[in-house]
């Protein structure tokens, strides 16, 4: 699949989701190509599939980032993001600001997501990776944990409490002092 070039803040024309949408090969840290996060891939010249880590979002520097957001991610990159999360893409897609059909119909027609849709992706993707971080790679607990009530939120649900900045915040604080065994 061809991507038009969009160019970015270097002035280079770069892939919107290509630069900033990662699989990573947990063994070697190597850059697989982008989407499908949680899929089997064969490994070269072996019937034997291996699992894929966390959909991490990254770029060279935070103003390909930037450029990136304000570009528009491709509403496909809902997907892998929903899958690391164990959350319907539909569901995600209303939490990043899109309606259930806004997102089918764009993903037939390889739409993207505008820039307040763009940076919410990225907001919940990083929460995935630092939850995974938090709970040493165990991907299940990370789920859980963003998708039970929480005492240093309040009571809250991170995945709800993450909808504004303010809160994803605060998430994100608190997966930082679980992180780091202050969670008190």
Do not use: C, N
Request: proline share 5%; no cysteine.
């Amino acid at each position: 699949m061809k991507h038009k070039g969009i160019k970015g803040v270097s002035g280079k024309k770069a892939r919107p989701m290509a630069i900033v949408m990662h699989r990573m090969d947990r063994i070697g840290g190597k850059s697989l190509p982008p989407f499908g996060a949680g899929v089997t891939v064969p490994r070269k010249g072996k019937a034997a599939p291996r699992k894929l880590s966390v959909v991490r979002i990254t770029a060279a520097t935070a103003g390909e980032l930037h450029g990136s957001i304000l570009s528009g991610f491709a509403v496909e990159a809902i997907k892998p993001v929903a899958i690391q999360l164990d959350i319907p893409a539909e569901e995600l897609a209303g939490r990043v600001g899109m309606s259930r059909s806004t997102y089918h119909r764009k993903a037939q027609t390889g739409g993207t997501l505008d820039a307040l849709g763009s940076d919410a992706l990225s907001k919940y993707a990083s929460l995935v990776e630092k939850a995974v971080e938090a709970f040493d790679g165990d991907k299940d607990a990370a789920r859980q944990w963003l998708k039970t009530e929480q005492p240093g939120l309040g009571s809250r649900v991170p995945l709800d409490f993450a909808r504004t900045t303010v809160g994803f915040r605060e998430v994100e604080k608190l997966l930082t002092r679980i992180d780091y065994g202050v969670y008190a």
